[in-house]
């Protein structure tokens, strides 16, 4: 029986997390710097500020990756996003986003945005089915980046009729 599991970072699995990411940039574009500084250096560039990267690991073999990465206190960009060519389609990307949204809600987060590629129908439409909000994009890092995406975390805000008075 095949076991699937999430798992934060771990050394081990940081070729993959390049390996992963690589495979599916250059299926439509070239790695930019910033690929290759965040790929190649998770630790410096997403661990030490403050984020994460999840792997979907089936049978103890990363076949999919996420990042998110801190920019500042309560926003987190979710970022390198990918799952093996030969396992997309079975609704594995979702579980890599529910993780990574369920580490942000942890960290007190009030804004997750990615930027994203007009080309990636099947992306659009996870985040789209998440509750992600397509935003005005004021450039980006990434020069295949047209698409920018934010999921607002609404404060918890209490009634006054669920207020106790005395």
Request: charged share 25%; hydrophobic share 40%; with cysteine.
């Amino acid at each position: 029986m095949k076991s699937v599991h999430i798992s934060p970072f771990k050394r081990k699995y940081s070729t993959s997390f390049f390996e992963l990411n690589s495979a599916w940039i250059t299926e439509f574009w070239e790695l930019e710097t910033s690929d290759f500084n965040i790929l190649l250096s998770p630790e410096k560039f997403i661990l030490k500020r403050g984020g994460e990267v999840f792997f979907l690991v089936l049978n103890s073999r990363p076949i999919g990756t996420v990042a998110m990465i801190r920019h500042q206190k309560g926003v987190y960009e979710l970022a390198k996003m990918t799952i093996e060519k030969s396992f997309r389609g079975r609704g594995y990307s979702k579980l890599l986003l529910a993780a990574s949204i369920e580490f942000a809600k942890k960290k007190s987060a009030h804004l997750i945005f990615l930027i994203s590629n007009r080309k990636l129908k099947v992306a659009r439409q996870l985040y789209d089915s998440c509750g992600f909000k397509e935003v005005n994009l004021d450039g980006s890092e990434y020069h295949r980046g047209d698409v920018k995406m934010e999921l607002v975390f609404q404060q918890q805000i209490m009634s006054k009729s669920n207020t106790l008075t005395g």
